[in-house]
């Protein structure tokens, strides 16, 4: 288990239908990150929050739409998606992007699949 | 642009082989280097080197970074079953706001 805990671990849906993912960590690290990996290929990033701020979006559709409520959590709502969205979706975090140069911490991931 | 070149992307081997994998990367501000294996979950945080000929060692593993060479190399000797996974090597840049830029990965398959 890692220390990054990603919610739900699978995740069936409609094209219709709107859902988030879920992740959380307790490490008082300032950096959250969202990746796309799709099956035999590395993590693409997505987004990159740094204090609560969202700091990178790599021209990523709207239809994923990023939130960071607070230091510890970091969501991903769903609307919309396309069968080409389903891939596993992994969550990442690490200490802070400018003053501390630190590993990124990646949890278990939410594997998604669009109907 | 930056790259990270892995290879082999794959490998076969049989337990208590040691292997060398590699990685070449061309990165603007080079900020670190990461190594990752991956099995069915998430990436596990194996390495990160920031500086040349600094061997890092874990159990059968090590890895070590070139700097002038724009290379690294992941060695794991006494290879065992468990070993088995995709082996990720990452790059970051200063000023790429904590963007890693992954390379295709090595599958290691260790046979018994």
């Known amino acids: 288990d890692t220390e990054v805990t990603q919610t739900p671990k699978h995740l069936v849906m409609g094209m219709t239908n709107k859902k988030s993912l879920k992740c959380e960590q307790h490490m008082g690290h300032r950096a959250m990150y969202w990746y796309k990996q799709k099956a035999k290929k590395p993590p693409e990033l997505m987004f990159v929050?740094?204090?609560?701020?969202?700091?990178i979006n790599e021209s990523v559709p709207s239809r994923f739409s990023p939130e960071c409520p607070n230091s510890s959590l970091l969501n991903l709502h769903l609307h919309a998606l396309q069968p080409e969205d389903s891939a596993l979706y992994l969550c990442?975090?690490?200490?802070?992007?400018?003053?501390?140069?630190?590993?990124?911490?990646f949890g278990d991931g939410t594997r998604l699949s669009i109907l | 642009e930056d790259k990270v070149v892995q290879s082999p992307l794959s490998l076969v081997v049989h337990e208590g082989d040691t292997v060398t994998l590699n990685c070449s990367y061309e990165?603007?501000?080079?900020?670190?280097l990461l190594w990752y294996k991956q099995e069915k979950k998430a990436p596990t945080f194996l390495f990160m080197l920031?500086?040349?000929?600094i061997e890092k060692k874990s159990g059968r593993l090590s890895s070590i970074l070139d700097k002038k060479e724009l290379f690294s190399i992941l060695n794991i000797t006494a290879t065992q079953t468990g070993d088995s996974a995709i082996y990720l090597c990452?790059?970051?840049?200063?000023?790429?706001?904590?963007?890693?830029?992954f390379g295709k990965g090595t599958k290691l398959s260790v046979k018994p």
């Open positions: 990165v603007t501000n080079f900020r670190s």
């Open positions: 929050y740094s204090y609560e701020k969202l700091s």
């Open positions: 990452a790059v970051s840049g200063w000023g790429s706001q904590g963007n890693l830029i």
């Open positions: 920031t500086s040349s000929g």
């Open positions: 990442a975090s690490s200490q802070d992007l400018i003053r501390s140069n630190q590993p990124q911490h």
